[in-house]
């Protein structure tokens, strides 16, 4: 038994022809966060700290759909969300309708810690940022150029797809534009384990682009898209609405609970049979410091490494 860590990038339809301005810097945050994370855990910090740690930095780049490369609602407003768990105390925290708060996983670990509430959104969270002093910036720091394009994209496809006509070719050809891979990917998370089991997860989001104003995905939603206890810590990404009906995480960690599977049955079993086929992926761990990364989407960004020095990093199903 060793410590164990993996971290995701968010799992879509990514295809295999994703230009390298988009793939590279994004392989580089991963290594650089995965480094990040391997180094926290050698230097005996608590996966809690170290998952945040790690998420923190996946907020701060841009290339990812966290903080501040979130992407924008359908009025072209930002609506981050973010959630923590550490495994053995059950203690989690919360939050949603971020539109300030630069590293929304900070925040929910404070209503982990400094309030009786596990999940706090909108108005209310912002003030307890403020409350809290965590660090605050305009709202238009976090509408970046790249998602006002994707937004514009993904509005014109949107109606294509409402007006239930068949597109026209340069419909068409406008919706591959938004299928590129950056259209509902890029939402990150990471599970770590140390050597004595203790578990934590976070997963932190912008969402999809062109969501309506209000809309909470699986992201925040413990048992969701985020959950931890004694045997395994769990951050999925994709399609919310489906992770949410399949209580994703939550059933990995019930099917070692109650059936005695192991990680990679548990989660395969959730991934292939109960999450439907082009929408969900995820990263965990278990107290035994295995890991494991499974999706039933394209692709998933993702890195892993385990004390016994096996490393992972990719992007499409390895061969
Ligand atoms: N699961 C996120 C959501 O539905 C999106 C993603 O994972 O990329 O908000």
Redesign the pocket.
């Known amino acids: 038994m060793g410590w164990a860590i993996a971290l995701h990038g ?3 339809d990514i295809p295999v022809t994703l230009p390298p301005e988009r793939r590279v810097p994004r392989e580089a945050t991963l290594r650089r966060c995965l480094d990040i994370g391997v180094a926290a855990l050698q230097s005996k910090h608590s996966p809690l700290d170290v998952v945040e740690l790690v998420v923190r930095e996946l907020e701060n780049c841009p290339h990812f ?1 966290a903080g501040r490369g979130s992407v924008l609602t359908s009025d072209g407003t930002v609506e981050m ?1 973010a959630c923590i768990m550490d495994g053995k105390t059950k203690k989690c925290g919360a939050v949603s309708g971020l539109t300030t708060v630069v590293n929304p996983i900070s925040l929910s670990r404070l209503v982990m810690e400094k309030t009786p509430h596990i999940y706090l959104a909108f108005d209310g969270a912002e003030a307890f940022a403020k409350e809290q002093g965590v660090e605050t910036l305009d709202r238009s720091h976090f509408i970046t150029s790249e998602n006002i394009e994707r937004l514009k994209q993904a509005k014109e496809a949107n109606r294509v797809q409402l007006d239930y006509t068949l597109p026209t070719p340069k419909e068409q050809a406008k919706e591959t534009i938004v299928a590129d891979g950056d259209s ?4 990150v998370g990471c599970v770590a384990v140390d050597s004595d089991g203790n578990l934590a997860t976070a997963t932190s ?1 912008g ?2 682009v062109n ?1 309506m104003v209000g809309r909470i ?3 925040p939603i413990i048992g969701a ?1 985020t959950y931890a206890n004694s045997l395994c810590a769990v951050s ?6 489906a ?1 949410m009906r399949a209580t994703v995480a939550r059933d990995v960690a019930a099917l070692m609970e109650y059936k005695g599977l192991s990680l990679k049955e548990a989660t395969a079993y959730v991934i292939e049979e109960c999450a439907p086929k082009g929408t969900a992926g995820l990263v965990a761990v278990s107290a035994k410091g295995e890991v494991t990364m499974q999706f039933n989407t394209t692709g998933m960004f993702r890195a892993c490494a385990t004390e016994d020095g096996y490393s992972e990093m990719g992007i499409w199903p390895s061969v």
């Open positions: 968010g799992a879509g759909n969300e509902q990917i890029g939402t989001t969402g999809f969501k995905g699986d992201t898209g999925a990404t994709g399609k919310g609405e992770i």
